[in-house]
């Protein structure tokens, strides 16, 4: 199947090996990575050391068991199984039965165009039917194609994580958890619980009024990143202004004043260097943060659109706790503030010793929490 083809394409890749996902884990922020990628990349910590997300970058304490005792994946690993059960069309892959039981070569399988769901196996339609009359019941059949994919995606169960063979059908609000059946008989009986289809209709308005609040708060970033775009650029010009006004009074009495205008342009491109220096500061910031929502945007759409109700409950109480901890970091208060620069040329009919080429003024800014501080500078040349 062609890659523009897969609906889970985007999701199914790991963003450090960028290859498909193998055992993906899950942070605190819902970006997922391969087990492997993220012990590579936290090779020299330790349990208990609170570390960045790779993608992100928000802190997050490695687990006293290490990281494989992270979450599993759910969902990632979901969009794994079912893009890998339908990546080979029909003409492209032999029975897997008829594999198994005849050793003469391969030219002589037949082919798979069938996809049985409960065995996860491509059958030949002579092989397939056998599945048709079980005595537990009939299996799940599905010709193989290009539609497979989506429809695997939504029929696959979701399976246990306590009892690997027992699939989910019930949420423990206690808990925030999916359980199976034998789960709510053991440990959950006095809990309050409910159904999985249901309980994922009453988490989706909420997944979706986060969704639609970081949508907004997507645009505010941007527009708070290209306001500090617009505003170094309009420092630059008014450095470049003043590097033009600097060196027109410094040539009526060059040879007199070369060291004082060579110290104006000095501060001038410190100016600059400072000002470059802020910009980058803030954007960064801007940018980590236009990340997290996008990704969270990403995530919460894939999850709503393509996701199974149990994928819906499983994420949706550590969705909410994100999107809020997103919306709460108010990012748009990060701003850049340039300082104002102007160069006022001296009347040489009234020259100083102190003010032979004229002044030079810098409103300049220094980085408080959040914000920038305006002090100013005025310089006699």
């Given at each position: 199947m062609a890659a523009s083809a897969s609906v889970a394409s985007d999701w199914t890749t790991c963003s450090i090996c960028l290859e498909v996902?193998?055992?993906?884990?899950?942070?605190?922020?819902?970006?997922?990575f391969c087990l492997k990628c993220l012990e590579r990349y936290f090779?020299?910590?330790?349990?208990?050391?609170?570390?960045?997300?790779?993608?992100?970058?928000?802190?997050?304490?490695?687990?006293?068991?290490?990281?494989?005792?992270?979450?599993?994946?759910?969902?990632?690993?979901?969009?794994?199984?079912?893009?890998?059960?339908?990546?080979?069309?029909?003409?492209?892959?032999?029975?897997?039965?008829?594999?198994?039981?005849?050793e003469a070569s391969s030219e002589q399988i037949p082919a798979a165009t069938i996809y049985c769901i409960d065995c996860e196996q491509k059958l030949c339609e002579r092989c397939s039917r056998p599945h048709k009359r079980f005595a537990g019941g009939a299996h799940q059949l599905k010709p193989l194609g290009a539609e497979l994919e989506q429809e695997l995606i939504q029929l696959r169960g979701s399976y246990c994580d306590k009892h690997k063979d027992?699939?989910?059908?019930?949420?423990?609000?206690?808990?925030?958890?999916?359980?199976c059946v034998l789960c709510f008989a053991v440990k959950h009986r006095n809990h309050n619980s409910g159904e999985i289809p249901e309980v994922a209709a009453t988490f989706r308005p909420g997944i979706e009024e986060d969704d639609k609040q970081i949508i907004h708060a997507i645009s505010a970033v941007r527009q708070q990143s290209e306001q500090a775009k617009h505003n170094v650029n309009e420092c630059l010009s008014q450095v470049a202004n003043a590097e033009k006004l600097v060196l027109e009074a410094?040539?009526?009495?060059?040879?007199?004043?070369?060291?004082?205008?060579?110290?104006?342009?000095?501060?001038?491109?410190?100016v600059k260097s400072d000002g470059a220096k802020q910009v980058e500061i803030v954007q960064e910031q801007l940018q980590l943060a236009l990340v997290a929502m996008e990704s969270?945007?990403?995530?919460?759409?894939?999850?709503?659109?393509?996701?199974?109700?149990s994928d819906v409950t499983r994420a949706a109480s550590e969705l909410h706790k994100r999107a809020t901890e997103l919306l709460d970091s108010d990012v748009t208060s990060v701003q850049y503030l340039p300082p104002h620069v102007t160069f006022t040329p001296v009347d040489v009919t009234q020259l100083t010793c102190l003010q032979l080429i004229g002044r030079l003024t810098v409103d300049n800014t220094e980085n408080a929490p959040g914000h920038y501080v305006t002090r100013q500078h005025v310089y006699a040349v």
């Open positions: 996902f193998e055992n993906p884990k899950s942070l605190p922020c819902i970006h997922g090779k020299d910590n330790s349990p208990g050391d609170e570390v960045h997300c790779p993608l992100c970058r928000k802190l997050f304490k490695i687990p006293s068991d290490g990281l494989g005792s992270l979450q599993h994946h759910f969902f990632i690993q979901h969009l794994v199984d079912a893009s890998n059960a339908s990546s080979k069309s029909s003409d492209e892959v032999g029975c897997e039965v008829c594999l198994e039981e005849n027992k699939q989910v059908e019930l949420y423990c609000y206690d808990c925030k958890e999916n359980i410094g040539e009526v009495i060059k040879r007199l004043v070369d060291s004082q205008v060579s110290e104006c342009l000095v501060k001038l491109q410190s969270f945007h990403t995530y919460s759409r894939e999850l709503l659109d393509k996701g199974r109700p």
